[in-house]
């Protein structure tokens, strides 16, 4: 099979190693003559999977009996409301770092609930940077932002300075490189992007932060819930879990800190070609492109008729997913932790023929 490149921003590409086994287990799982998808989530060979993935989320960010890793469901979308919900206390008010489309929903779930500081925006330009300078009130419980922006092409590269607990949205970069996750009260991460196929949610939590909210939580929504059963409440999305254990193991594997540097060599492969070349530019503040996620554009003055002669040749070389989002447009080319340093460079080597031909 013709190999295609895969820039899709999420559901997104995973390593190819996991496929295997994950298909010989919908097939027959630990030889029991069943697949994982019909057996009990209260069985001993899922509950080694639950334990074996919330091990490996401690393990490979060396987090102690202190952290609570939960595998729950609803996306990072509920996590916006479960995060507030779950950290409000005396003061019944979170603050917000909106820096995209996720991190403005995330405001808004607080702000529903009565509660929602915004501390620095940057809306004013269509969210191209990361705020920087601001003053972190002193009457919040939490201070919350979004980690990477995968609309947007941003990027934290330095964890936000608060004495406020701790709350960050990281699904679309967590794990793409070394951190100290003990600055954190609360992570949470929809799987889809670096860690596994959508339908679970992570989520790791100081256990001192479980049962302390000053306002009262639905059942569903209570960290404390999950924490006292596990992960096991309700059913697990057995499968998405499975998966992200297979993924965990492949991170555990490879080492962060090499993941790190890989995700790093594709980034500088691609924005040292948008900026060598005439036809594109970036559309984030260099100082804050995101590794994972690099939007561009047309240059100025370049007819916007070629978007489309740029879409037609990147199908040509089977790069899929690179098309801009429409808040952007343009281009996107996600480049997650699976995805090879040889796709990067195939997508180089279109924009550099893009630009031989049109420029």
């Known amino acids: 099979m013709t190999k295609v490149h895969n820039f899709s921003a999420g559901p997104s590409i995973l ?43 401690k393990e490979i960010y060396n987090l102690g009996d202190d952290y609570e890793v939960l595998f729950l469901q609803g996306g990072a979308s509920l996590g916006f409301l479960t995060s507030a919900y779950n950290m ?7 603050g917000y770092i909106v820096t995209g489309a996720w991190a403005k929903k995330a405001a808004k ?112 929504l209570d960290l404390k819930t999950h924490a006292d059963k596990e992960s096991m409440f309700n059913t697990p999305p057995v499968f998405a879990v499975y998966v992200s254990m297979l993924v965990l193991r492949w991170i555990k594997k490879t080492g962060l800190q090499t993941i790190g540097q890989n995700n790093a060599a594709k980034a500088n492969a691609l924005y040292s070609e948008v900026d060598r070349n005439s036809l594109f530019k970036g559309t984030a503040a260099v100082e804050d492109r995101s590794i994972m996620n690099g939007c561009f554009v047309l240059n100025d003055g370049v007819d916007e008729a070629l978007n489309q002669q740029f879409l037609d040749m990147c199908k040509d070389a089977n790069i899929s997913g690179i098309k801009g989002h429409r808040s952007v447009g343009g281009f996107r080319a996600s480049m997650y932790n699976a995805l090879p340093l040889e796709s990067v460079e195939a997508l180089v080597d279109v924009m550099k023929t893009f630009e031989s031909k049109f420029g």
Not at 15 to 35: H, I, R, T
Not at 88 to 94: P, Q, S, T
Not at 113 to 135: C, Q, R, W
Not at 190 to 205: C, E, F, H, R, S
């Open 109 to 220: 779930e607080a702000k529903w609930l009565g509660g929602m500081h915004e501390v620095a925006s940057s809306a004013d330009t269509n969210f191209n940077y990361i705020p920087k300078g601001y003053d972190v009130p002193s009457d919040i419980d939490f201070l919350h932002y979004t980690s990477n922006n995968t609309i947007f092409g941003t990027q934290y590269h330095e964890v936000p300075k608060t004495d406020a607990a701790l709350v960050c949205d990281m699904s679309s970069d967590i794990f793409c490189r070394p951190l100290d996750a003990k600055q954190f009260d609360l992570i949470y991460a929809g799987a889809q992007k670096n860690m596994g196929p959508a339908g679970t949610t992570l989520y790791i939590v100081k256990k001192d932060a479980i049962g302390k909210s000053s306002i009262d939580i639905p059942t569903m």
């Open 15 to 57: 390593p190819q190693e996991v496929f295997q086994e994950a298909s010989e287990a919908v097939k027959d799982f630990n030889g029991l003559g069943l697949s994982l998808l019909e057996i009990s989530h209260r069985s001993k060979d899922f509950v080694a999977v639950m334990d074996e993935a919330c091990a490996l989320v």
């Open 88 to 94: 409000m206390r005396e003061h019944k008010k979170g």
